[in-house]
């Protein structure tokens, strides 16, 4: 019954965040599993932008896009084996910029549905709600990705569909952007997982962008686990349309702790 209530209450947020944009790509794939109850995940992200002829806002002033570190630190706690709740903050440093703190993403929660094998498919939701400082955007958004997973032997396939709308700023009236993230992965052994992963913002649904404004990646990916709690998960990728950058590198550390 308790978890009949927590996925109507989440099930109500998805649909919130369907009826009511952001340009920045968030290279991760989210799987089906969550920490456990009692559980922490420790992650810290960074992405470097290798390559790329583009320029973005950055505190008013434009710089280029070539050279920017985005860095991110994660907390997520498992409320139950099946909820968790968590936020991140966010800092960029472009190559003639400072290191600066730009966001916040409170109210990160992660439920997934069933146990793993029990459907067709396994199923969850994550929901946040993404707090930028004013000075770098006047747009608060509200996102939501749904998490779908098969394993068909060693292999794994994920999709993650993406929603967000900006809830406050000049762009609120704007429609709900689209993005996706997707990954084919081999199990190659316990500690060694590689992969290709898919990245793209198609814009605003309903009035998509143009074919060069929209931002489309492959990412080959390799996971490395040292241990039960210590994963690293790196890429390098590569832009696919002329409204991406041309070479992207990721990086991200995760620890567990129970």
């Known amino acids: 019954m308790f978890r009949m209530k927590l996925g109507l209450i989440l099930a109500v947020w998805l649909v919130l965040a369907f009826s009511t944009q952001t340009h920045a790509i968030e290279f991760k794939v989210y799987f089906y599993s969550t920490p456990g109850e009692g559980e922490t995940e420790l992650a810290y992200w ?10 973005y806002d950055y505190f008013g002033e434009l710089l280029d896009k070539q050279g920017l570190q985005q860095h991110s630190l994660e907390v997520e706690y498992g409320l139950t084996d099946h909820w968790t709740i968590g936020g991140y903050a966010d800092f960029q440093q472009p190559k003639d910029g400072d290191f600066r703190y730009v966001q916040a993403r409170a109210v990160v929660s992660r439920y997934r549905f069933f146990e793993q094998g029990e459907r067709f ?9 993404n707090l930028p400082r004013e000075k770098y955007s006047a747009n608060e958004e509200l996102e939501a990705r749904v998490i779908l997973e098969k394993d068909l032997g060693q292999f794994s396939i994920v999709v993650n569909p993406i929603f967000e709308k900006d809830v406050s700023g000049p762009e609120v009236d704007q ?15 316990p500690r060694l997982t590689p992969g290709v992963e898919f990245y793209g913002d198609m814009g605003p649904l309903g009035h998509l962008d143009p074919k060069s404004q929209q931002q489309h990646y492959i990412f080959p990916r390799l996971g490395l686990k040292f241990s039960r709690s210590v994963n690293l998960d790196i890429g390098y990728g590569f832009g696919l349309t002329k409204g991406s950058d041309d070479q992207v590198i990721k990086a991200i550390l995760e620890f567990e702790f129970l």
């Open 46 to 55: 960074w992405t470097y932008t290798a390559k790329s002829e583009h320029s």
């Open 121 to 129: 498919l396994d199923g969850a939701i994550e929901v946040e709600y």
């Open 175 to 189: 429609g709900m952007e689209f993005q996706y993230a997707t990954g084919l992965y081999y199990r190659a052994s």
